[in-house]
C-alpha cells in the first residue's frame, strides 16, 4: 500500500465523515416531518447522527493502522464500509421510512 493512497483515502474518509454527519441530520429530519415514527425508527435515526460519521473515522484508523503493520493495498477496501453503511441508512430513511 502506497503512501499517497493512505493520505487519498483518510482524506476521502473525513470529508464522507463530514457528509454522513449532515446527510443523517438532514435525511433523519425529512423522514420525522411528515409522520409520527415508532420509538425504533426514531432511536435509529439519532444513532445514526453518531454512528455513520463515527464508522468513517474508524475506517480510517484501522487503516491507517494497517498501513503501520505493513498490510498489504487489500486493506484499503476498509475504506468501502462507510460508504456501504451510508448506502443502507439512505435506504432505510428514503425506503422503508418514506412509506
Keep these: 500500500m ?7 483515502g483518510t482524506i476521502f474518509q473525513l470529508m464522507v465523515s463530514y457528509m454522513a454527519f449532515i446527510g443523517a441530520i438532514f435525511g433523519g429530519g425529512a423522514a ?13 435515526l439519532e444513532w445514526a447522527i453518531y454512528v455513520l460519521p463515527g464508522l468513517s473515522v474508524l475506517s480510517a484508523l484501522a487503516v ?14 476498509l475504506h468501502l464500509l462507510p ?17
Excluded: D
Excluded at 2 to 8: I, M, N, P, Q, T
Excluded at 32 to 44: E, F, G, I, M, T
Excluded at 64 to 77: E, V
Design 83 to 99: 460508504v456501504a453503511a451510508l448506502a443502507l441508512y439512505g435506504w432505510y430513511v428514503f425506503g422503508f421510512l418514506a412509506r
Design 2 to 8: 502506497s503512501l499517497g493512497l493512505l493520505v487519498a
Design 32 to 44: 420525522a416531518s411528515n409522520k409520527h415514527l415508532s420509538r425504533l425508527a426514531s432511536q435509529v
Design 64 to 77: 491507517i493502522a494497517l498501513y503501520l503493520a505493513g498490510a498489504s493495498s487489500w486493506a484499503l477496501l
